[in-house]
């Protein structure tokens, strides 16, 4: 019997499959590179409507403003930052970060740490062209661990500065993606707005501390 991955996804629990031996690592130029673990997350669409309800049962998403030039803008997708010992909101996970640390634990030598989650309401949402070159990340090599949930959007990237075709991932119902290496340095990333019909999107990155 031929299943598709969504209707598994309804009689699934959420729950991690493993990472050992299903991660496949793509080099990249200049030191970079990504791994990628298609349906990490298990019962994700579950786990997806848990987080994108708000109020007391789910993540307290807030929209922001920032400053470009002399306007106001409206960042184009909602937002919740967990910093370091903050609880995140939901076990699940707690219990990714805490596998991605053990996974990765001798190539990074330190936990990922924060857990920055991003809510793409529709195609209109979206994050431009950047790397996560805050902090540390500047001048180091690091990790940037994406879990997708949802509908899946496409994370584009190119070598930073522009130029040239574009790397792109399909990315929702779970899947995982891992930047790695000097990515965030020498590469750039992003999420673009899409004309396509799209339901929303979920995407939380953990980094190790200091890196954003
Ligand atoms: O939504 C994504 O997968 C990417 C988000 C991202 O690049 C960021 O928040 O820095
Ligand atoms: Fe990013």
């Given at each position: 019997m031929m299943l598709q991955g969504s209707l598994l996804d309804q009689v699934e629990e959420v729950g991690l499959r493993p990472l050992t031996g299903a991660v496949r690592r793509t080099l990249l130029d200049h030191g970079a590179w990504v791994d990628v673990r298609p349906g990490?997350?298990?019962?994700s669409d579950e786990l997806f409507t848990r987080l994108a309800l708000g109020g007391p049962a789910g993540v307290d998403w807030r929209g922001e403003q920032r400053q470009m030039y002399d306007k106001q803008v409206t960042t184009p997708r909602l937002l919740r930052f967990y910093r370091e010992r903050e609880r995140l909101p939901d076990p699940i996970l707690e219990q990714a970060r805490l596998a991605l640390s053990e996974h990765y634990a001798a190539e990074l030598g330190e936990p990922f740490a924060t857990a920055g989650m991003c809510l793409?309401?529709?195609?209109?949402d979206s994050v431009a062209w950047h790397?996560?070159?805050?902090?540390?990340a500047a001048g180091h090599d690091t990790m940037v661990a994406i879990v997708s949930l949802g509908a899946p959007r496409a994370l584009l990237l190119r070598p930073r500065g522009g130029g040239g075709e574009s790397l792109r991932h399909v990315l929702g119902h779970g899947d995982l993606l891992v930047m790695g290496g000097s990515c965030q340095r020498t590469w750039d990333h992003c999420v673009p707005k899409t004309h396509q019909p799209v339901g929303p999107r979920i995407s939380i990155q953990f980094r190790p501390r200091g890196v954003r």
């Amino acid at each position: 019997m031929m299943l598709q991955g969504s209707l598994l996804d309804q009689v699934e629990e959420v729950g991690l499959r493993p990472l050992t031996g299903a991660v496949r690592r793509t080099l990249l130029d200049h030191g970079a590179w990504v791994d990628v673990r298609p349906g990490w997350v298990t019962g994700s669409d579950e786990l997806f409507t848990r987080l994108a309800l708000g109020g007391p049962a789910g993540v307290d998403w807030r929209g922001e403003q920032r400053q470009m030039y002399d306007k106001q803008v409206t960042t184009p997708r909602l937002l919740r930052f967990y910093r370091e010992r903050e609880r995140l909101p939901d076990p699940i996970l707690e219990q990714a970060r805490l596998a991605l640390s053990e996974h990765y634990a001798a190539e990074l030598g330190e936990p990922f740490a924060t857990a920055g989650m991003c809510l793409y309401r529709d195609g209109r949402d979206s994050v431009a062209w950047h790397g996560d070159r805050f902090g540390r990340a500047a001048g180091h090599d690091t990790m940037v661990a994406i879990v997708s949930l949802g509908a899946p959007r496409a994370l584009l990237l190119r070598p930073r500065g522009g130029g040239g075709e574009s790397l792109r991932h399909v990315l929702g119902h779970g899947d995982l993606l891992v930047m790695g290496g000097s990515c965030q340095r020498t590469w750039d990333h992003c999420v673009p707005k899409t004309h396509q019909p799209v339901g929303p999107r979920i995407s939380i990155q953990f980094r190790p501390r200091g890196v954003r």
